[in-house]
């Protein structure tokens, strides 16, 4: 069914720049970490690729990482980034800040489990998944519910917490979460409107946005 884009609220969700960590492979959940220049150079790229993307507002968690992959938009379409607590990433518990591949050798059938059935897994001071799921959804029903009909925002945040959004959105259980992959400063868009609710119309979107 058709429906006009003046009936439709548009949320861009865009994953952050690279860190350290990611270049290292390690979990970094809520440990707070800057972008590393690779990061950076990706900032300046989502700006780019962004640029005429009429978004009204710009949202971020409130984790370093994230602000700083909002920062060069930001300051180009002169918005004040709003930083919620709702958008920050699954903490991983005992596992923030090991590498992959150090628990490949270690812990292998926990970490297998986690990617295949992340549900099942258990990990000492870990995120319950559906609870972090459910503040998600609490923070992006609260941004939609701000906009107007016809407009557009720009939501950075992280891989885990974007997949955990988009198995909500697509009825899909959380342990199909890591079968969506999502780059860094990679964009996905929804569309939001009341007749038919959320719609996601691309994933991981790593060229143009227009």
Known sequence: MYRKESDMKTIYLVRHGRTRSNEEGRFQGWEDHPLSPVGQEQALSLKKRA?????????????????????????????VPQA?????????????????RDLRKTDSKRLQTLWLTPTQVTLSGAEDLQ????????????????????????????????????????????????????????????????LMGYRLIYLNQMGSLT
Request: charged share 25%.
């Open 51 to 79: 640029r005429d993307l009429m978004v009204t507002a710009l949202y971020t968690s409130d984790l370093m990482r994230t602000k700083e992959t909002a920062r060069p938009l930001a300051e180009e379409k002169q918005l």
């Open 84 to 100: 919620l607590a709702a958008f920050r990433e699954i903490s991983f518990g005992e596992w923030e800040g090991c590498r992959i």
């Open 131 to 194: 609870e972090a799921q459910a503040r998600g959804m609490k923070g992006l029903n609260e941004v939609k519910d701000a906009m107007e009909d016809g407009t557009a925002v720009m939501v950075v945040s992280h891989g885990g917490m974007i997949r955990l959004l988009l198995c909500c959105i697509l009825q899909a259980p959380i342990d199909c979460m890591w079968h969506l992959t999502l780059d860094n400063t990679s964009v996905t868009k929804l569309t939001y409107d009341d």
